[in-house]
Each structure stands twice: as structure tokens, then as C-alpha cells.
């Protein structure tokens, strides 16, 4: 019986791993493996350090609450080696379109626009500085397209 | 003391139990951060959201993600005047390249952000035979795929089905709060790259936090209350034909 019990409990502390049960029914180490992941995303304040000509486009306008990467996608690699890994160039005409697209489920005073009518095949950039969208009367586009959607 | 069999038979287990303790070690998930003083929530601000699935897009790539799976995914609503217990529920490839415009018809539509609810008393980790997913000391539910069978009993018992399994690894996969992140001191990578707010990290520990002044000054559900899960992702303004 006793040789049957050592047995046992030999056995068990051989196969169950060493921190399981350290802070409940499960593997304690599994917490400081999942923390301990590598990032994607930067974050824009790691992105704000050294654009600091973007930072001051977007204070002009409302995008300055859209964190970088909601556009540019995860740079954590680019952040760390902003020398040979550059972000790829984006295309504004889907980007923007994500956004900015009508569609009834939109929140009313959010800024949509049907883009077929509104700019006719163009690229968004074309007229819009995407850090700083509004078109000001000295910017490159004199004239506000007339059929910006209402909603 | 004489060692007799029965003392034996007490101690052995004993000793076992707190050897395991000494092996264990203090391993904390990053060097400053504190497990016990977190209590990890968000919030869903659904009238901010614009469905244009820039958390759907950067949660894959954070995380990476298999392509047809999802960790969060965006729904878009239709309910009309007279079928307010059946809505109209789509979600094109999670909503990760945004929605396509939608025939204006009678009722409202709205977009809905759905991720794992991360609940204090989870269905989930509870049905798990080998302790593969849990519950962690700062409210996260995570997955350890290093233990886990992938016998999807966590998949089925998720009411809001928030779990798959990976195809790569047959282990069991959802939402993690971006755990690698938040430990790090930053937020997740779906509340990053949100345009509008409409996704908010909270931590219900910390008193300075901005979610204890919107709860008390909004009214705020959670997804299927009645299944008592202690849900913590928390919505604002949301429709009663959400499910």
C-alpha cells in the first residue's frame, strides 16, 4: 500500500507540470508564456517619436484621434528597424472607403460619402491629405464635390 | 516522533504537495506588472462604431490569425419596426474589409463588435477536462495551447461563440485581450487602431480608470445577461434584439 501511494505521488509530480495549480486548476506558467508574446502593433505614441511632421498635419484635423496604424496596419517590426523595413504604400481609395463609405448602419453625423459619385474613380489623395482630410481653400482642391452624401 | 504507516501515508501526499510549491517558483507575467491588481474589462461603445473592421483586420495580424477565423468580428443589424426578436444578422468575412452598402429599408441598422466576453464565472473553463483554459488572477480567460486536447467541449460551451479551433494547431483559440500586450502596459491591438472610440481597455481595479464614470453615467448591458456569466465586456447602447 505505502509502495502503491510513493508510487503514485512520484508519478504524479513527474507528469503534471510544476506550476499547475499555482493559481488554480490550470498550468501558472501558461500566464507569463501568453504575456510574453511579441507585439504587432507599435502603438501611435512609438510612431509619434520620430513623425513628428505627421503628428503636426493631424492636429489640424479630425483625424488626429485615428491612431496610425488603424491605416498603416501593425509596424512593431518597422518601429524597430525603421531603416531597412518601410511600411507598404497604402492605397487610398479602399482605405478610406472603409471608413468612409455610406451605409445606413453608420452612426448620422459620422462623414460618409457614396464614393462613386463623389469622386468619379479618383484616388482619395488626389483632393484629400489623409492626415489632415478637410479641404482648405488654399489646399490643392479648390472646390467641394457637390455630391457628398448627407447623413 | 515515531514515523508509523499512518503518519507516513499523511505526510508523503504533504510533502509532495509542497515541493510542487517550491518548484513553482514566482513567475510573474512581466517584470512590473501586477496580477492582482488588474481586473481587465472593455467597452463597447456600439452607437461609435462604423463598421469598417479595422479591429477585425489588426486583431489577425496581432495575433495572427488564421484567414476564415476570427478572435472579434463585426455584425451588422438590420431590425425592422415589426420583427424586433428576429433581426437581420451579417457579417462578411468578420467584417474585417468593412461592410457593403446595404438596401435602405424600413427599421434600423446598426454595427455590433463581438469578442469574447472574458467572464469571471466562464462556461468555457469550466468544462475543460484538463485546465487547458482559465481564468487568470487579472480576469483574462486565456487558452494554454500547450496543454490543450482540442476536444472542443470549450467551443460548445461558449454561449456567444467566441472559440474555434485552429486549424494549424487543432488547440482551442480565442479572444486573449491581447494579454501580450496589455502586460506590457498597452492597450489591445482591436482598441489601437479604432477610429472612433468605439472600443475602449478598461481595468475595473484601477479607480482612476474612465470606465467607472461611463458606467455610472450610461446605461450599459451586457450580452445575454441571463446566462449569468459575469461578462465583462460591457456595451453601451445597445438594441434588445442584440443577441
Given at each position: 500500500?505505502?509502495?502503491?501511494?510513493?508510487?503514485?505521488?512520484?508519478?504524479?509530480?513527474?507528469?503534471?507540470?510544476?506550476?499547475?495549480?499555482?493559481?488554480?486548476?490550470?498550468?501558472?506558467?501558461?500566464?507569463?508564456?501568453?504575456?510574453?508574446?511579441?507585439?504587432?502593433?507599435?502603438?501611435?505614441?512609438?510612431?509619434?517619436?520620430?513623425?513628428?511632421?505627421?503628428?503636426?498635419?493631424?492636429?489640424?484635423?479630425?483625424?488626429?484621434?485615428?491612431?496610425?496604424?488603424?491605416?498603416?496596419?501593425?509596424?512593431?517590426?518597422?518601429?524597430?528597424?525603421?531603416?531597412?523595413?518601410?511600411?507598404?504604400?497604402?492605397?487610398?481609395?479602399?482605405?478610406?472607403?472603409?471608413?468612409?463609405?455610406?451605409?445606413?448602419?453608420?452612426?448620422?453625423?459620422?462623414?460618409?460619402?457614396?464614393?462613386?459619385?463623389?469622386?468619379?474613380?479618383?484616388?482619395?489623395?488626389?483632393?484629400?491629405?489623409?492626415?489632415?482630410?478637410?479641404?482648405?481653400?488654399?489646399?490643392?482642391?479648390?472646390?467641394?464635390?457637390?455630391?457628398?452624401?448627407?447623413? | 516522533?515515531?514515523?508509523?504507516?499512518?503518519?507516513?501515508?499523511?505526510?508523503?501526499?504533504?510533502?509532495?504537495?509542497?515541493?510542487?510549491?517550491?518548484?513553482?517558483?514566482?513567475?510573474?507575467?512581466?517584470?512590473?506588472?501586477?496580477?492582482?491588481?488588474?481586473?481587465?474589462?472593455?467597452?463597447?461603445?456600439?452607437?461609435?462604431?462604423?463598421?469598417?473592421?479595422?479591429?477585425?483586420?489588426?486583431?489577425?495580424?496581432?495575433?495572427?490569425v488564421p484567414e476564415g477565423y476570427f478572435r472579434t468580428w463585426v455584425e451588422r443589424y438590420h431590425v425592422s419596426d415589426w420583427k424586433i426578436e428576429r433581426p437581420e444578422v451579417e457579417s462578411p468575412d468578420g467584417g474585417k474589409q468593412g461592410f457593403p452598402p446595404n438596401e435602405i429599408s424600413a427599421g434600423k441598422d446598426f454595427f455590433v463588435p463581438k469578442l469574447c466576453n472574458h467572464c469571471a464565472d466562464s462556461p468555457c473553463t469550466q468544462v475543460c477536462p484538463v485546465g487547458a483554459t482559465f481564468v487568470t488572477p487579472d480576469g483574462v480567460v486565456l487558452v494554454d495551447k500547450s496543454y490543450c486536447l482540442g476536444c472542443r467541449y470549450c467551443?460548445?460551451?461558449?454561449?456567444?461563440?467566441?472559440?474555434?479551433?485552429?486549424?494549424?494547431?487543432?488547440?482551442?483559440?480565442?479572444?486573449?485581450?491581447?494579454?501580450?500586450?496589455?502586460?506590457?502596459?498597452?492597450?489591445?491591438?482591436?482598441?489601437?487602431?479604432?477610429?472612433?472610440?468605439?472600443?475602449?481597455?478598461?481595468?475595473?481595479?484601477?479607480?482612476?480608470?474612465?470606465?467607472?464614470?461611463?458606467?455610472?453615467?450610461?446605461?450599459?448591458?451586457?450580452?445575454?445577461?441571463?446566462?449569468?456569466?459575469?461578462?465583462?465586456?460591457?456595451?453601451?447602447?445597445?438594441?434588445?434584439?442584440?443577441?
Amino acid at each position: 500500500m505505502v509502495i502503491a501511494v510513493v508510487a503514485f505521488v512520484l508519478l504524479r509530480t513527474a507528469v503534471v507540470p510544476h506550476s499547475f495549480g499555482q493559481y488554480g486548476h490550470y498550468r501558472g506558467d501558461a500566464i507569463a508564456e501568453a504575456a510574453a508574446r511579441p507585439i504587432a502593433h507599435a502603438g501611435h505614441e512609438v510612431c509619434e517619436a520620430c513623425h513628428t511632421d505627421v503628428v503636426d498635419q493631424k492636429k489640424l484635423g479630425k483625424h488626429v484621434v485615428v491612431a496610425c496604424e488603424a491605416c498603416h496596419g501593425a509596424q512593431a517590426k518597422h518601429a524597430d528597424d525603421p531603416a531597412s523595413i518601410k511600411p507598404p504604400k497604402l492605397d487610398t481609395a479602399v482605405l478610406c472607403a472603409r471608413c468612409h463609405e455610406a451605409n445606413s448602419a453608420k452612426p448620422k453625423g459620422f462623414p460618409q460619402v457614396v464614393t462613386a459619385d463623389h469622386a468619379g474613380g479618383l484616388a482619395c489623395d488626389t483632393c484629400h491629405q489623409p492626415h489632415r482630410p478637410k479641404i482648405e481653400e488654399t489646399g490643392q482642391a479648390k472646390t467641394k464635390p457637390a455630391t457628398e452624401a448627407k447623413k | 516522533m515515531d514515523i508509523t504507516r499512518r503518519r507516513l501515508l499523511i505526510l508523503l501526499p504533504a510533502a509532495a504537495v509542497a515541493w510542487k510549491f517550491v518548484q513553482a517558483g514566482t513567475p510573474e507575467a512581466a517584470p512590473n506588472y501586477k496580477l492582482t491588481e488588474h481586473w481587465w474589462a472593455m467597452l463597447v461603445d456600439i452607437p461609435k462604431c462604423i463598421g469598417c473592421g479595422s479591429c477585425v483586420r489588426a486583431c489577425s495580424e496581432e495575433n495572427d490569425v488564421p484567414e476564415g477565423y476570427f478572435r472579434t468580428w463585426v455584425e451588422r443589424y438590420h431590425v425592422s419596426d415589426w420583427k424586433i426578436e428576429r433581426p437581420e444578422v451579417e457579417s462578411p468575412d468578420g467584417g474585417k474589409q468593412g461592410f457593403p452598402p446595404n438596401e435602405i429599408s424600413a427599421g434600423k441598422d446598426f454595427f455590433v463588435p463581438k469578442l469574447c466576453n472574458h467572464c469571471a464565472d466562464s462556461p468555457c473553463t469550466q468544462v475543460c477536462p484538463v485546465g487547458a483554459t482559465f481564468v487568470t488572477p487579472d480576469g483574462v480567460v486565456l487558452v494554454d495551447k500547450s496543454y490543450c486536447l482540442g476536444c472542443r467541449y470549450c467551443v460548445q460551451a461558449c454561449p456567444y461563440g467566441c472559440r474555434f479551433i485552429n486549424p494549424k494547431t487543432n488547440t482551442a483559440e480565442k479572444c486573449s485581450l491581447c494579454y501580450h500586450r496589455i502586460t506590457k502596459g498597452l492597450t489591445t491591438a482591436c482598441c489601437e487602431v479604432c477610429p472612433t472610440g468605439a472600443r475602449q481597455l478598461a481595468d475595473l481595479k484601477n479607480p482612476k480608470d474612465p470606465i467607472h464614470e461611463f458606467l455610472k453615467t450610461h446605461t450599459v448591458q451586457v450580452l445575454k445577461p441571463h446566462m449569468a456569466t459575469g461578462a465583462k465586456v460591457f456595451y453601451n447602447g445597445m438594441d434588445g434584439s442584440v443577441r
